[in-house]
């Protein structure tokens, strides 16, 4: 394929990324199990350099080449931006807040106590070698950020679960939204205190110090100037903070979180922001997860990286169904909600892999542990929608009885 030019490999990666899951879905069928999203995060793993590179090496380092792989980066760093971004703006605390006693109980339960799991599984996991601590990692943002990716749920790709199972706008779809919206919010937190970095603590003091003011400023403007204007606006901002943000060490996806987060639904549309998700996880995202795949390392051999994602599989899943049912307990729930609950609130795919690529990113895990991440998060999101298909035809069966 050397005579073929940059734009030729890059449209030959695009086929790829968009037909090879597509063909795996569609003729497959795998949607009760694997959702489309899930089946394109799986090829951009078989895409990546462990998989491809080893069974076709020549057509692997042909197809993505430097020139093809600095070009697909570009589009996956705006892709996730644009998709944290929306994570922001779609976050919701009114809600939790007139619940809170129930939303801080269940949210706070949920999130705890897988990372405790997930800790102990960081510490297990470092005693197989130290070859899972990255060049630039502290033992203590190891297993906080390792932890914290056991606990997290994926908030995007919980709504489109509960859309498919037709709970989202149910009572039930709106308590778990709650509880998810408080974790939201605790994961950048976490995230934040992570890329703590002293040598530049006074820019991120400056960038906390500038972004405040900035954003009653942005906000004033965005209420007075047409939908479209807002839209530009939006976008302005989204680039201006994410620059800003990174400058200053803490990451440009917690640029684009926060960017996020001070903008409200009303101004753009709750219908028109749906369908721009929509359309940025069909058009966009692919390249992400094939960015993503790109980054897996099978060089501890598989068995140990397989090895790793089952100790953090079991953490992140049994320590969210403890941490539910001890919220049911105290709550007093009817039967078979913490069940529900719990399973649904086990969907990470997205925002899991986002955290896990900054840890990458910053190297304070390796390649080989973000392998481990990733298959843990596929495995925890795939176990959804079977587990949850039959809990709710239970739970339906059970509301019905007569008394």
């Avoid at 993505?64 to 605390?93: C, K, P, Y």
């Amino acid at each position: 394929m050397s005579q073929l030019t940059v734009t030729e490999l890059f449209l030959i990666a695009m086929l790829l990324i968009f037909g090879l899951p597509y063909a795996l879905w569609r003729l497959g069928r795998t949607d009760y199990w694997a959702p489309l999203v899930v089946v394109q995060i799986i090829c951009g793993i078989l895409l990546g350099p462990g998989l491809l590179g080893n069974w076709l090496p020549a057509f692997y380092q042909s197809v993505f080449s430097g020139a093809v792989i600095q070009t697909l980066n570009g589009l996956a760093w705006w892709a996730v931006m644009l998709f944290v971004w929306i994570a922001g703006v779609e976050l919701d605390l009114k809600q939790a807040w007139q619940y809170r006693r129930e939303s801080f109980i269940t949210g706070g339960l949920a999130l705890s106590v897988p990372f405790l799991f997930g800790a102990i599984a960081a510490l297990l996991i470092l005693q197989m070698g130290p070859y899972w601590l990255g060049t630039s990692g502290y033992l203590w943002q190891f297993v906080l950020g390792v932890g914290m990716a056991c606990a997290v749920t994926a908030l995007p790709i919980l709504m489109l679960f509960m859309e498919k199972l037709g709970i989202l706008r149910s009572p039930l779809g709106q308590r778990i939204l709650r509880y998810a919206s408080l974790d939201d919010i605790a994961i950048w937190a976490v995230l934040a205190l992570i890329l703590l970095d002293w040598d530049r603590l006074g820019r991120q003091v400056l960038f906390l110090a500038l972004f405040f003011p900035a954003s009653y400023f942005i906000r004033r403007l965005m209420g007075r100037v047409p939908v479209m204007d807002r839209w530009y606006l939006a976008f302005i901002w989204l680039a201006a903070v994410a620059l800003i943000a990174d400058w200053a060490g803490l990451h440009f996806m917690v640029g684009a979180f926060l960017a996020g987060v001070i903008v409200d639904v009303e101004w753009l549309g709750e219908k028109a922001l749906d369908d721009m998700r929509h359309w940025v996880l069909l058009a966009f995202m692919p390249v992400f997860f094939l960015s993503t795949g790109l980054k897996t390392q099978w060089q501890l051999g598989g068995w140990m990286v397989f090895g790793a994602a089952a100790i953090l599989l079991i953490a992140a899943v049994w320590g969210k169904l403890l941490g539910i049912k001890l919220a049911g307990w105290i709550l007093g729930w009817q039967q078979g909600d913490a069940a529900i609950i719990a399973w649904l609130l086990q969907t990470k795919a997205l925002i899991m892999i986002i955290f896990a690529n900054v840890l990458l990113d910053k190297s304070i895990i390796t390649a080989d542990t973000f392998t481990a991440l990733l298959l843990m998060a596929i495995g925890s999101t795939m176990l959804t929608i079977p587990r949850v298909t039959g809990l709710l035809a239970r739970h339906s069966l059970q509301r019905n009885q007569p008394e």
